[in-house]
DNA sequence: TTGTAGGCGTTATCAT
DNA sequence: ATGATAACGCCTACAA
């Protein structure tokens, strides 16, 4: 019951009459005490207010327990930021690690960061996120034997375990949605043919639309993440002949943009209609809201930390891959079609 | 220089033929060790990649160099989080601590994981955010001389130390900004009167309107943070005679839905001009983009650690607060004056 | 079933 | 200026 823990394992020792040892297995081995010593080393536990200390216990069992996550500095709307950072402390949590952020603005600055946090024994291990094409932080984590898992994965399978989304599944949903709502010309909206994630949500949409036995020609449109860029993509697409009546999108940015550059009809309506993909918190409070895409982030959170668990419980094992589903969060209502 | 450091302070010593407490005190004392010894030991040091082991360091210096933050499940928009917590750990780092993030779902799960956070010695003390009115929290920590500083204040002066930025401030520079812009007819649109930062912000856009010689009659508008609730309001506050030209905002969320809820005049601008509160990143990719009130969070973080870290080294101080200004981002192009 | 001994890696104290 | 000794709090062997 004191305040500020100074209460060692010797005091819970003495106060119970036993030996440290006994204190120790009553709590990490219970099996080998006996039941009558045991209730007795409990009670003095609970009246000392006992905690084992970290830092003994870390030194002694040449662990930190903890997850290591860079925060890359805030850009643009980093919207499943958020999210992701809740549901992995809780990950982490339900484990029995913490999760131990980090600032670093340059890839330099991120690896240098790595290779002190590990080499003092502060984490056991990294997530990574906003993985790259060809990441070199993976190669780098996998030559020092460091553990690390990534959201996301490289295009070409690296060294390191991940965990991802299908994207392509998504804009599926997504496709599908809008052919049940009665749409025959679906536009994709998102990032140029490239480097990131983008080219599996294109992908996903142009293979939707064939499975539908729909057209793509002149339907496929490409621009960075800007509002006025989308703008200016999105009137074009609406001004050709045979005109999209719906947008598939990349990210929530881009169906933000674009409906806003569409505009609505005299009724207050949207004139297309879009669905995007991350499902950020604006998507729910626009008006109409916006149906979206979303990643099952929980579900990401506890894979990653599964996956550096084990990696943890048995080092150098080969790199495992996880695939999980989105999901298509429907908002509009049903009679709302614009066509 | 080899891998997963097990390199300790012994292998160094051996090495460069000095004993373990000389390496030490060329890391630690400097100034105790002569300039050659030190320059083989630091060369040793370089050579075997040797990184003091925190854990070691921990226990014997009875502290962790973490400093606790409860991540909180994600919540309608909670569009500062992101920004925060990378300055906060940038803060952190500056002064050689780690922030540990850990999530808990009720009041008692968290002050539970204080109590074992504090009292395993896992972290010095605890950033705290969110503060309510009368927040427990603060009065738990205080009552066992827990280090802990809020980001935000209770309205009846607490126990703890605390950072905060003025909302009355940030409104009067948005009404500032739009009297400057030719209106005169200015409604408020934020939280009910009552609980929370809300009132601040309020009474600030009263103060400045009153400064400016204008009335608020009939211009305090209230609502849940919901768009639908907002766009209810915003309706009725331009149906009144004399209406309101513009809309000062107590968040973005309020701003957006008023802007949408009032609508665009046939060439597509925004019939009212809202300001904004937090620059939540939308705001600046919206058509047109949002004015908004800035808050300050660098600052913010570097003085919640800089007040947290003074309590480390030395306990029992009186509380302290500091106030900051938030800054109005302007984004209206000079000629776009709705009025 | 319980107790004793030793060491994890570091730093503070004290002696040389 | 440098080194020996002890201790931080815990856990794993081993001994009783």
Same mark, same amino acid.
């Given at each position: 019951?004191?305040?500020?823990?100074?209460?060692?394992?010797?005091?819970?020792?003495?106060?119970?009459?036993?030996?440290?040892?006994?204190?120790?297995?009553?709590?990490?081995?219970?099996?080998?005490? &006996?039941? /009558?010593?045991? %209730?007795?080393?409990?009670? /003095?536990?609970?009246?000392?207010g006992y905690l084992p200390n970290r830092a003994a216990r870390n030194?002694?069992?040449?662990?930190?327990?903890?997850?290591?996550?860079?925060?890359?500095?805030?850009?643009?709307?980093?919207?499943?930021?958020?999210?992701?950072?809740?549901?992995?402390?809780?990950?982490?949590?339900?484990?029995?690690?913490?999760?131990?952020?980090?600032? /670093?603005? +340059?890839?330099?600055?991120?690896?240098?960061?790595?290779?002190?946090?590990?080499?003092?024994?502060?984490?056991?291990?990294?997530?990574?996120?906003?993985?790259? +094409?060809?990441?070199?932080?993976?190669?780098?984590?996998?030559?020092?034997?460091?553990?690390?898992?990534?959201?996301?994965?490289?295009?070409?399978?690296?060294?390191?375990?991940?965990?991802?989304?299908?994207?392509?599944?998504?804009?599926?949903?997504?496709?599908?949605?809008?052919?049940?709502?009665?749409?025959?010309?679906?536009?994709?909206?998102?990032?140029?043919?490239?480097?990131?994630?983008?080219?599996?949500?294109?992908?996903?949409?142009?293979?939707?639309?064939?499975?539908?036995?729909? &057209?793509?020609?002149?339907?496929?449109?490409?621009?960075?993440?800007?509002?006025?860029?989308?703008?200016?993509?999105?009137?074009?697409?609406?001004?050709?002949?045979?005109?999209?009546?719906?947008?598939?999108?990349?990210?929530?940015?881009?169906?933000?943009?674009?409906?806003? /550059?569409?505009?609505?009809?005299? &009724?207050?309506?949207?004139?297309?209609?879009?669905?995007?993909?991350?499902?950020?918190?604006?998507? &729910?409070?626009?008006?109409?809201?916006?149906?979206?895409?979303?990643?099952?982030?929980?579900?990401?959170?506890?894979?990653?930390?599964d996956l550096l668990v084990r990696q943890f419980r048995a080092p150098?094992?080969?790199? %495992?891959?996880?695939?999980?589903?989105?999901?298509?969060?429907?908002?509009?209502?049903?009679?709302?079609?614009?066509?």
């Open positions: 019951m004191r305040d500020r823990s100074g209460v060692t394992i010797s005091e819970v020792a003495a106060a119970a009459g036993v030996s440290r040892q006994t204190v120790s297995n009553v709590l990490n081995a219970p099996d080998r005490v &006996a039941p /009558a010593t045991a %209730e007795r080393v409990r009670r /003095a536990i609970d009246e000392l030194l002694r069992e040449r662990t930190s327990r903890c997850i290591g996550f860079k925060i890359a500095p805030p850009s643009g709307l980093n919207n499943l930021l958020d999210r992701f950072l809740h549901a992995l402390a809780e990950s982490a949590g339900g484990v029995g690690y913490h999760l131990l952020l980090f600032s /670093a603005s +340059t890839v330099d600055e991120e690896l240098a960061a790595y290779a002190e946090l590990i080499g003092t024994g502060t984490v056991d291990g990294f997530v990574l996120a906003d993985i790259d +094409t060809a990441d070199e932080r993976l190669d780098w984590c996998a030559e020092r034997g460091i553990p690390c898992v990534s959201f996301g994965r490289p295009t070409v399978p690296g060294p390191c375990s991940w965990v991802d989304v299908d994207g392509g599944d998504g804009l599926a949903q997504s496709v599908d949605h809008l052919v049940a709502r009665g749409h025959h010309r679906i536009a994709y909206l998102g990032w140029p043919e490239g480097p990131r994630v983008g080219d599996e949500r294109r992908a996903g949409w142009r293979a939707a639309m064939r499975r539908h036995g729909l &057209a793509t020609e002149g339907l496929s449109g490409a621009s960075a993440e800007d509002p006025a860029e989308v703008a200016a993509v999105a009137r074009r697409l609406v001004r050709q002949p045979d005109p999209p009546t719906a947008f598939a999108c990349g990210s929530d940015t881009f169906a933000v943009a674009a409906r806003q /550059a569409v505009g609505a009809d005299s &009724a207050g309506r949207p004139r297309v209609e879009v669905v995007g993909y991350d499902d950020s918190p604006s998507a &729910a409070l626009m008006t109409p809201p916006l149906s979206s895409v979303r990643q099952p982030l929980d579900q990401v959170a506890y894979h990653v930390v150098g094992g080969p790199p %495992e891959g996880v695939m999980l589903r989105p999901e298509l969060v429907a908002r509009e209502r049903p009679g709302q079609n614009p066509r």
